[in-house]
């Protein structure tokens, strides 16, 4: 499996704010920045600069909804985000095998001396 990395994208979901915000969205279905920001410990203006940071690499779409933006959770960037994610780990896994085996040869080596 050939994913190609965005580092925007993981850049974004790397912020453990962040990611609690695309969890609640996910739960609500979507969310304002005043709402989000009634189940978070920053201000709602600390919060509309995350909803605009997951905007920009796709990951939130927003729609005006009188004075706020009502912001959802887009499925197909959240499903590439999936992808890439286990796209690496099945890289670090085969990776981590290999230094398994390494090891277990050295260690294997070293009880025959």
Partial sequence: ???????D???AIGDPTRRRM?????????GTATTLSEQLPVTRQAVA??????????LVRGAPAGREVRYRVD??????????LS???ATW????RRIKRI??????RQSAK
Avoid: N
């Fill in 1 to 7: 499996m050939s994913t190609v990395i965005d580092d």
């Fill in 9 to 11: 994208l993981w850049s």
């Fill in 22 to 30: 695309l969890d609640l969205l996910l739960s609500a279905g979507d």
């Fill in 49 to 58: 600069k995350h909803l605009g940071v997951l905007d920009r690499v796709g």
């Fill in 75 to 84: 499925d197909e960037q959240l499903a590439r985000a999936v992808a890439q």
């Fill in 87 to 89: 796209s690496v780990g």
């Fill in 93 to 96: 896994d085969a990776r981590l």
């Fill in 103 to 108: 090891s277990e040869a050295i260690q294997r």
